[in-house]
């Protein structure tokens, strides 16, 4: 029997994901419970201490979370439709990589840095652009957004070397 065109590019199925995301929200509701329980999530004498309503928030992300995997595993029909095709999981890769890149650059040389290389490497890369477009683009948009955030604002954002020496 031949399979249609999107199931043999299929990444993944709805079925797959589903549970994917199940066990992930219940993790994050774990964390949320664990960290609500170590700050307090009872009820003081002047009222709910600080983890009182995270607790329960978490709680609810948690029997929501398990009510959805139970019902994906024990279900006799899943959905095994394509979540995702190949072609659409390479499009949202090539931006989702580049962007943890970023992330991870921003702790090592500031935001502002991280933001010039992200941008202009978008702009090379993806949109084909022309070096002489890309300088004033990648230059000009970090500094808006450091005399806007430090200056202006003075809402302090994460500084690498270059910001230290020049005293921010």
């Given at each position: 029997m031949k399979q249609r065109k999107s199931d043999e590019d299929a990444?993944?199925?709805?079925?797959?994901?589903?549970?994917?995301?199940?066990?992930?929200?219940?993790?994050?509701?774990v964390?949320?419970?664990?960290?609500?329980?170590?700050v307090?999530?009872?009820w003081a004498s002047d009222g709910p201490e600080a983890g009182y309503f995270p607790f329960y928030v978490g709680l609810i992300m948690f029997i929501s979370s398990a009510a959805i995997?139970?019902?994906?595993?024990?279900?006799?029909?899943?959905?095994?439709s394509t979540f995702v095709?190949?072609?659409?999981?390479?499009?949202?890769?090539?931006?989702?990589i580049p962007t943890i890149v970023f992330v991870g650059l921003i702790w090592l040389i500031g935001i502002y840095f991280a933001a010039a290389i992200f941008?202009?490497?978008f702009m090379y890369w993806l949109g084909k652009y022309p070096i002489q477009k890309i300088l004033p683009?990648?230059?000009?948009?970090?500094l808006a957004l450091f005399v806007m955030f430090?200056?202006?604002?003075?809402?302090?954002?994460?500084?690498?070397?270059?910001?230290?020496?020049?005293?921010?």
């Open positions: 990444v993944t199925t709805h079925h797959t994901m589903e549970i994917a995301v199940a066990l992930m929200f219940a993790a994050l509701a964390v949320v419970m664990i960290d609500s329980n170590r307090g999530n009872g995997l139970i019902a994906n595993l024990v279900s006799r029909t899943p959905n095994r095709e190949r072609g659409q999981f390479v499009l949202v890769m090539k931006v989702l941008i202009a490497f683009v990648a230059i000009l948009i970090p430090e200056i202006w604002f003075l809402v302090p954002l994460p500084k690498g070397p270059v910001e230290a020496m020049l005293g921010y």
